[in-house]
């Protein structure tokens, strides 16, 4: 793995929509924890700031009481820059400006932390975790793309795309990693389909639900009832969702779970930046089954690796959960193993780190 010119003390600020491990900030969660790892891999101090009531072992944690910051996703376009009285967002970055450090990487998706780029005297970069969704956020995100490309970074080219095409030249696309060895290989599935996400509109359940119903397979529901109410509709609708509902799982029973899957089912309602969800099924050898639509198309290979159809096609679901047996699972795991581990994904993050150093020194 590259290390950088000199070992750094790097703080990395969460996402101020929940605490680590509550699952509130969906992929985010998994996605600093394994930034954290490669960063100490490469011989890099961390410390990261995150909302009161965060887990995340093995790692300075300075966790920062406060109101958490409204989903973007549940936002107006249009609307203005919300900040809550109290809010944990602006406490955070307080604590981040009294702190001694080299480089500082933001996993917000918020306006304040982009604003704040050029205040301060060290390097701060983002790692944009969602697709274009409000105004404000693209017009601050612009301005720092503007003076300071090499400071952003987005997990797709699809995401990016969303942002439109000068922004998406300029940004870094990262992917993202994950630690394989937390993930096993299933090699016998179970005749029950997976499906795992943040329960929210953007993510399509009932989709899923009817590609279950349609196949005549179970589902396997896994993740954060994030949106209650939109929870009771769609147990209204599929009375046997609550029978299928697993609850918001340990990475380590998630993988088991998922593992054993015969397919997993990807139904995004939006431009999913990434789809952690999709290297995670992988992973375990398990082939994904999505709309071609956002990260996932960019990750799943058609024929190898899983399906990919027009998005809000649901028989064409259905049509794929028939084929499946025609996917490797063994070519699952090793496609993951070359895209995914800590390994790749750690010198991508370590030549987005180097850049910005040569930057800083050009600065200087
Ligand atoms: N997840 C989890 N437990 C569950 C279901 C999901 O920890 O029971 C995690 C999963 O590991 C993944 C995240 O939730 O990292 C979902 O991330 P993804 O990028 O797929 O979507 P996002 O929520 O960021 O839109």
């Not at 030249?169 to 060895?181: K, Y």
Request: hydrophobic share 45%; charged share 15%; aromatic share 8%.
């Amino acid at each position: 793995m590259p290390h950088l010119a000199s070992p750094l003390h790097i703080v990395c600020v969460s996402t101020p929509v929940g605490a680590l491990g509550s699952g509130l900030g969906g992929g985010v969660e998994l996605t600093l924890a394994n930034l954290v790892s490669v960063l100490q891999q490469q011989g890099q101090r961390v410390t990261v700031v995150a909302p009161a009531g965060s887990v995340l072992p093995g790692v300075e944690l300075i966790q920062v009481a406060g109101v958490l910051q409204p989903i973007a996703q549940n936002q107006d376009r249009h609307a203005p820059i919300t900040l809550p009285v109290g809010n944990v967002l602006s406490r955070m970055w307080q604590v981040v400006q009294a702190q001694p450090w080299d480089l500082a990487i933001n996993l917000a998706y918020d306006w304040l932390p982009l604003y704040l780029t050029p205040f301060f005297d060290r390097p701060v970069l983002h790692l944009i975790s969602m697709g274009s969704l409000l105004d404000y956020l693209d017009e601050v995100l612009a301005q720092v793309c503007a003076t300071a490309p090499q400071r952003v970074a987005m997990h797709s080219r699809a995401q990016a795309m969303t942002f439109g095409e000068t922004i998406a030249q300029q940004v870094t696309i990262l992917g993202n990693g994950l630690d394989l060895r937390q993930y096993e290989f299933c090699p016998d599935p179970q005749p029950v389909l997976g499906w795992v996400g943040r329960i929210a509109p953007e993510k399509g359940l009932p989709d899923a639900l009817a590609v279950a119903r349609q196949t005549g397979y179970p589902l396997r529901i896994m993740g954060k009832i994030a949106d209650p109410d939109y929870w009771q509709d769609i147990c209204r609708q599929f009375p046997e969702a609550p029978h299928y509902y697993q609850g918001f799982l340990s990475t380590h029973e998630l993988q088991k779970r998922l593992g054993s899957c015969l397919a997993l089912l990807v139904t995004p309602h939006w431009v999913e930046a990434f789809g952690n969800v999709v290297m995670e099924a992988l992973a375990c050898g398990v082939p994904v089954l999505s709309y071609a639509l956002g990260g996932p198309a960019e990750l799943v290979r058609a024929g190898e690796t899983g399906w990919l159809v027009p998005p809000g096609d649901v028989a064409g679901l259905a049509a794929a959960v028939a084929q499946v047996g025609q996917i490797d699972r063994r070519r699952c795991r090793q496609v993951a193993e070359q895209e995914f581990s800590l390994t790749a994904w750690g010198e991508r993050v370590a030549t987005w780190l180097r850049r910005n150093q040569s930057a800083a020194a050009g600065d200087a």
